[in-house]
């Protein structure tokens, strides 16, 4: 796994006055469409957590469509301005690095096809590229995997 974790990736890209919407992609010298692994030079879509919940429904409005339409589009997005300290994001991403680097046996015990599982890991081909996956419900209970013990 590469040595980095999304706080790390968006702070390499600043936004300038907060008014960004997207982070290039640009880890380990990767930012054109020739050198990217899947031929794609997209950017991060960025929702920023504040105009969710504003005051104003208009603008709260729009944030929730542009939030439909990334999860729609995307599948994923990083959220700015949410007051989640570095330190608990930091440690999560740790974390994670240490259940994807367990022995594959330890990771099977949450292999499973039911999407309808709390924790499920995985492994599949995308587009040609091998990857793993792990997913926990976090709601409306938090479930955790037993290992590693500092996951929780």
Known sequence: MANTNIASVLTQFPFPNNKATSVPIKEHGVDTINDSILGVNDAIPIIDYPLLTSDDRDQRSEAI??????????????????????????????????????AEEKKRKYE????????????????????????IASHPHFHCPTDPDDLR
């Open 65 to 102: 469509k542009k939030l439909s339409k990334i999860c729609i589009e995307y599948g994923f997005f990083a959220v700015m301005n949410h007051a989640i300290p570095d330190s608990v994001i930091n440690g999560a991403m740790e974390a994670l690095v240490r259940f994807f680097d367990l």
């Open 112 to 135: 499973t096809s039911n999407s309808t599982d709390m924790i499920r890991w995985g492994r599949g081909d995308v587009h040609q590229v091998t990857r793993e996956f792990f997913k």
